[in-house]
């Protein structure tokens, strides 16, 4: 009878296979056994699945934050960017407490047990391979196997505990020579801290071409806002510059004369005087309005009266008037 440990007996190419990983746990493992944890989690699913049909990858850890230590948020942000961009990959993430000390994970196990039942009752896979050695699995994987799947234990040796190896139906061990091949390059590990150091856009901000709404909004009110600054300077400056231009009318209290109140101080003003026949300033702005200008009436010519007398006032003048008795043939006789 073979061991859990050989592979090759039970292998089926047309098994469909999804793989479920305790970040937190293949993280402290890698780093005590391997002194590194920068792995390619598209190719270390696909050598445990061994040929087999993968259909997709699971990872579950904490979000970890730190007040001492801010680096560790950066690093591990770094490595979940990655993660998200993995293809066929899902990232779990649960919370922490903080007691004392000691930072505790809360509900990536449940997580973890949750979706390894779930998807068995919903038939999405054939065999499912467990990336951790925890004994409190052992319940799940033992409900997994009652629905009729196959169930694969992946742990270091020292990790691997008694009732989740007895309850596997294959245990695969890690040593440190089967992470060869699957780390990440310098190359992957730059592309990797450049793709970190994006802004990032938010779904309410993209568009579906790709580009920043919010920013593209933002610059556009900036322009908006400077040219409504600008109208409003030049209106604000004609405006000046019209008061300027324009004198002041109104009229200081009740005083007869002709003062003027300009600027705080008294004026003497002026009155114009209409000018006949000339061309005063109003009149010109008439004229190039295209209004004909009123000319005054023409002045009638005076007629000297004739000095000389006539033929008739020189025979009255010569002959004595008569009185009105003569010219009736009234004679007066004067009294002796």
Request: glycine residues 6%; aromatic residues 6%.
């Amino acid at each position: 009878m073979p061991s859990k440990s050989s592979k090759s007996s039970v292998v089926r190419e047309n098994d469909r296979v999804m793989v479920f990983i305790d970040g937190s746990n293949l993280y402290h493992v890698l780093t005590q056994s391997c002194g590194r944890h920068d792995l390619q989690f598209d190719k270390f699913a696909m050598k445990l699945a061994n040929g087999r049909d993968l259909k997709r990858t699971y990872y579950y850890n904490i979000r970890q934050e730190s007040d001492t230590n801010p680096v560790v948020g950066a690093e591990q942000q770094k490595f979940l960017d990655s993660m998200y961009d993995t293809p066929y990959v899902e990232v779990r993430l649960g919370i922490w407490k903080q007691r004392g000390e000691i930072m505790v994970e809360k509900g990536v196990d449940v997580m973890l047990a949750t979706d390894l039942i779930t998807h068995a009752y919903k038939n999405h896979y054939d065999t499912a391979i467990v990336v951790s050695g925890d004994a409190d699995f052992y319940p799940a994987l033992q409900a997994v196997k009652d629905v009729g799947k196959h169930i694969e234990v992946a742990a270091f040796d020292m990790n691997l505990s008694a009732e989740s190896g007895r309850v596997a139906d294959v245990t695969i061990k890690f040593n440190k020579t089967y992470f060869t091949g699957l780390w990440m390059t310098r190359a992957q590990a730059r592309s990797r801290a450049a793709a970190s150091a994006k802004p990032e856009v938010s779904d309410e901000a993209a568009s579906p071409n790709g580009e920043n709404k919010a920013a593209t909004k933002a610059s556009t009110g900036r322009r908006s806002n400077g040219r409504r600054a600008t109208t409003a300077t030049t209106k604000t400056r004609r405006a000046s510059t019209s008061r300027a231009r324009k004198p002041s009318t109104r009229r200081a209290g009740t005083s007869t004369d002709n003062s003027v109140e300009e600027n705080g101080s008294k004026m003497r003003r002026t009155p114009t005087r209409r000018r006949v026949g000339g061309t005063s300033s109003q009149s010109a702005d008439r004229g190039a309005n295209g209004r004909s200008t009123p000319r005054p009436p023409a002045l009638r010519k005076s007629v000297e009266p004739d000095t000389k007398p006539s033929e008739s006032e020189k025979l009255e003048s010569s002959t004595p008037r008569r009185s009105w008795r003569g010219r009736l043939g009234l004679t007066q006789t004067k009294e002796k």
